[in-house]
C-alpha cells in the first residue's frame, strides 16, 4: 500500500546508522543548527494557525505527528518536543493523549533510533517504514506533519542523468552546479514530480485543518549554485572524486555516472507546487540563513564538517563506489577541509534555508 | 510514558534477529502451527462478535490492530492478514484504511521486521517499540489487539527467586516444574501482577466494543507442569546445564541463580484475571492441541526442534551465561535431541495452547 502513488520503488539513502564516528547520531549539528533556526517560526505557526477545533469532526482521541524523513535522531526527538510543547502551550489541559510517528526508509536504522527514544517521554512513539514519496498513514489521520532536511532527497535519480547517450549524462562532475542546462533541468523535473507525489499523499493523510511544516534546503532566486554551500561541498567532493580517477584508481565513467541525488529547491519553486497541488494554503514562508549561525563550529574544528558530511553522504557514495574509495575520499576531504571551509567562507550563505508552514485546507 | 504502569522497567528478551541458521525468522514453525490452530477461532470470533457499529463514536478514520510481542517475522505477517481478511470478509467495501502496530520491545530487531515487510501488504504499517507491560498506545485508539505466545514471558524474574537467602531460591534448576512450591508461588505472583498490568494498559487503549485475542501456552487444570512440553524442555536444558556445571565449566550457583522468565498459566486463572480487571467480557475460550499437529516436523528432523528452541530462548541465557556457554548448552541440545524428543512423545499434549477473544465492554 505504502508507495502506491510512486512509479517506481523510491531509493533509499538512509544517514549513517549506530552511534559510531562517522554516525549521523554523533555529526548531525549542521540540521540541529538549523531544526534551531526553524523553532521560533513553528512556535509562531502553532500559536497563530493551529485550529484544533478543526479535529473535532475527524478522529480526535489522539493528536498525531509525524516527522518525515527522521533519520536515527537525536534531532528527530527535539523538533517533536518542540511541537508538542507549542501545541499545548496553545490548547492546555484539553489535549488529548499525543502519538507521534518517526518515518524514514526500511533502510534507516530503526533499532537505534528506538533505543535512544527519551526515556522520560510523553508520548507513544511508533516507527513507520516506507518512502515518504508515497503513501504512508491512512485517510485524514495526522494532525501535523513534519520534515526537516529530506525533501531535497529525490526518489531516484532520473534516467537522463544516468543514460551515456543523453544530452543529460553529467560528463565529469557528480551534481548539476556546473553542468549544461539539460542536466539541471532533469533534476528539477525529477524533484517537481517527487514533490507533486509527496504532497498528495500528504493531502489525503492531513485533517482538514492539519499543519505541515517543511524546513528545506533553498537557493535564493538570482543567485547561482555554484556559489551556496551545498553546491559548493558536492562540487569539492567531485573533485577528489576525479582526482582519484586521473591517478587510476576508479574510472573516469564511475564517476561521469555517479551523481548525488538531491535537488536544492526555490522558494518560488515550492509556492508554485503547492499552489499546484490545490489541497494546502501557506501559513508562512521564510527564507533563513543557518548556515551564518553554524560558522563557529565548523570553522573551529574543521573536521567536524568533514565527518558531518560523511554522516549523511557516506551511504549513497557507498552503494555506487564500494567502501574502500568511499573511505579515501572522505580521508581525502578530512585532509583537505581547511581548503573546503575556505571556499564556504566566501559563499553566499543568506537565504539557503526555506521554512514552509501549510494548512490543510 | 510507555511501562508507566509498571513498578520497574521491564525486561527484553528478544527472539534471536536477523535471519540466519538460528534466527527467530526461520525458527518459528512451532509458533506458525499454533497460530495455524488459531486461525479459525480468530474468523469466528471476528464474524460473531466484532461490532463495529461501536466504533462510530471513537475514531474511526482507520481500523487500528495491534500485534503485542510480534518478534521478527514472518508469523506476524500471517497473523495479521488473517484478522484483517476476516474482518473485511465481516464489513465488506464500508471499511476504513487499516493501520498495523508491530509492538516488541526496542531491543527487538526492528529493521530485520520492517526489511520483512510484505511487499504487497493492504494496510499501514508502523513499529512500536516497548513493553507491553505498560501502555503502549494513545487511550480508546485500538480497534483489535493481538497477542500470539508472548504474554508467558514475565516482566521480570520475581525476586524471591533472585535471593540465595530466600526459600524461593530455586537450587540446581532453572524452571518451576519440580521446585518446591515456594518457588512456584514466586512466579505465579509476578505473572498475576504483570497479567493484571498488561489487562490495565490495554482496557485503556481498546476503543469500546474493540476486540482482544490472546494466544497463550497453558497447562490444563489437574495435570503437572513436569508432564507438559514446556516443562520438559526447560527441564532438559536444566540438566544440560548442571551437566557442563558438573564439569566444572561454571559453577552451580550461576545454574542456581538463573531460572527462565516464563510462566504457564491455566484456563481458570486467566478468567480469573480478566474478571477481577473488569473490562473485558470473555467471548471466547478454547484450548487447543498445537504439540500434536507439530509432531511430525519434530519427530522428522530433531534438530530442528532444537534450533527452534534455540531462536527463542538463546538471548535470555546468553545474557546471564555469555556466549561460550549458550554454544554448548544448545549444540549439546542439539546432540540429545533425539532424547528429548522420546520424552515429548510421552508427554501431555493435549490442551497445551489457550485462545482467548475478549471484548472491551
Not at 562532475?173 to 517527487?194: E, G, H, L, W
Not at 490545490?278 to 508562512?284: A, N, P, R
Not at 560558522?295 to 568533514?306: D, F, M, R, S
Not at 553522504?313 to 577541509?337: A, C, P, W, Y
Request: with cysteine.
Amino acid at each position: 500500500m505504502s508507495n502506491n502513488n510512486a512509479t517506481s520503488v523510491p531509493e533509499a539513502y538512509p544517514m549513517n546508522g549506530g552511534d559510531g564516528t562517522y554516525s549521523y547520531t554523533k555529526n548531525s549539528s549542521y540540521q540541529r543548527a538549523a531544526a534551531n533556526v526553524a523553532k521560533t517560526l513553528i512556535d509562531e505557526a502553532i500559536a497563530e494557525k493551529l485550529d484544533i477545533e478543526d479535529f473535532s469532526s475527524a478522529s480526535s482521541n489522539a493528536f498525531r505527528i509525524a516527522d518525515l524523513g527522521c533519520s536515527v535522531g537525536p534531532n528527530t526527538f527535539a523538533c517533536v518536543q518542540n511541537i508538542m510543547e507549542a501545541v499545548k502551550q496553545k490548547y492546555g489541559s484539553q489535549m488529548p493523549d499525543f502519538h507521534v510517528f518517526f518515518n524514514d526508509h526500511a533502510a534507516n536504522d530503526f533499532n537505534t533510533l528506538f533505543a535512544s527514544l527519551p526515556p522520560e517521554r510523553h508520548y507513544f512513539a511508533a516507527g513507520v517504514p516506507g518512502s515518504f514519496h508515497g503513501r504512508l498513514f491512512p485517510e485524514a489521520s495526522l494532525h501535523f506533519a513534519h520534515s526537516s532536511y529530506a525533501t531535497h532527497w529525490l526518489s531516484k535519480l532520473p534516467e537522463e542523468v544516468t543514460n551515456k547517450n543523453s544530452p543529460a549524462w553529467n560528463k565529469g562532475k557528480i551534481y548539476y552546479t556546473t553542468s549544461p542546462d539539460q542536466v539541471f533541468n532533469a533534476f528539477a523535473a525529477q524533484f517537481r514530480t517527487d514533490m507533486a507525489i509527496f504532497l498528495e499523499a500528504r493531502a489525503k493523510e492531513l485533517a482538514a485543518g492539519g499543519m505541515m511544516v517543511l524546513i528545506m534546503q533553498t537557493i535564493p532566486d538570482g543567485i547561482h549554485q555554484s556559489r551556496i554551500p551545498t553546491g559548493i561541498m558536492f562540487d569539492f567532493l567531485g573533485s577528489i572524486l576525479m582526482e582519484i580517477a586521473k591517478e587510476g584508481l576508479i574510472s573516469e565513467e564511475e564517476v561521469d555516472s555517479f551523481n548525488i541525488p538531491v535537488y536544492t529547491t526555490t522558494p518560488n519553486e515550492m509556492a508554485e507546487l503547492v499552489e499546484r497541488n490545490g489541497s494546502f494554503s501557506i501559513v508562512k514562508m521564510e527564507s533563513t540563513s543557518p548556515w551564518l549561525k553554524v560558522g563557529h563550529i565548523v570553522n573551529n574544528t574543521p573536521q567536524k564538517l568533514a565527518r558531518e558530511l560523511r554522516a549523511g553522504m557516506e551511504g549513497v557514495f557507498k552503494t555506487h563506489f564500494g567502501s574502500d574509495i568511499v573511505n579515501q575520499v572522505f580521508d581525502r576531504l578530512n585532509d583537505k577541509s581547511g581548503q573546503l571551509i575556505n571556499q564556504l567562507e566566501s559563499s553566499h550563505r543568506q537565504g539557503t534555508q526555506l521554512f514552509l508552514a501549510l494548512k490543510r485546507k
